[in-house]
């Protein structure tokens, strides 16, 4: 007997309806052409980290935390004397998502972690031009998972949705279709 493999359930709606959904929007003649997600990709700066070297630790044990994934450390790419930066001083955190990972972190992002931010009216509709979507969170408390008590330092985290999408219309339809939570315009 087979085993079943586990799919997530965003990875199960996207088979089912949002890639039709996509394609009747679009009128796509290949189902290759249909945009999807490549990779998130979380990245936390922490700017104290240039004059407090453990302030580094408590942020990769927060990203491990949200995604499930051990962090990358990322360096200074130049110093900068203003800030009090020197090449090659750890300032930030970055994972990079992919596949099962990848869908249930963004399942837990709209379900759980945005309706938990106060005062929250929608995301910003802005892209890139090149059919990604940059997403800026002010604290990393919002996902449930992390203890406060633990790490009091708030952080701010990225996360960059990577799409196969070529246009922005793309990539802002095919997040809808997800049920990202756009801002209403007033008209």
Known sequence: MAEEKYV??????????????????FEYKNVNQIPKFEKIVVNMGVGEAA??????????????????????????RKSI?????????????KVTLRN?????????????ALP????????????DGQGNYTLGIKEQ??????DIDKNPRIHGLEITFVTTARTDE?????????????KKHNN
Not at 116 to 127: L, P, Q, S, V, W
Not at 141 to 146: K, L, T, Y
């Open 8 to 25: 997530p359930r965003l990875k199960q709606q996207y088979i089912e309806t949002v890639r039709d959904e996509l394609q009747k929007k």
């Open 51 to 76: 004059q407090d070297s453990k302030a580094i630790d408590g942020a990769v044990a927060d990203l491990r935390t949200i995604t499930g994934q051990q962090p990358i450390v990322t360096h200074a």
């Open 81 to 93: 004397a203003t800030f009090k930066l020197r090449q090659g001083m750890a300032i930030g955190a």
């Open 100 to 112: 099962v990972k990848m869908y249930e972190f963004l399942e837990r992002l709209i379900r759980v």
């Open 116 to 127: 938990r931010i106060r005062d929250f009216n929608g995301i910003a509709e802005k892209m």
């Open 141 to 146: 408390i919002i996902f449930p998972e992390i």
């Open 170 to 182: 793309e990539c802002h339809a095919l997040l809808k279709e997800f049920g990202l939570p756009f």
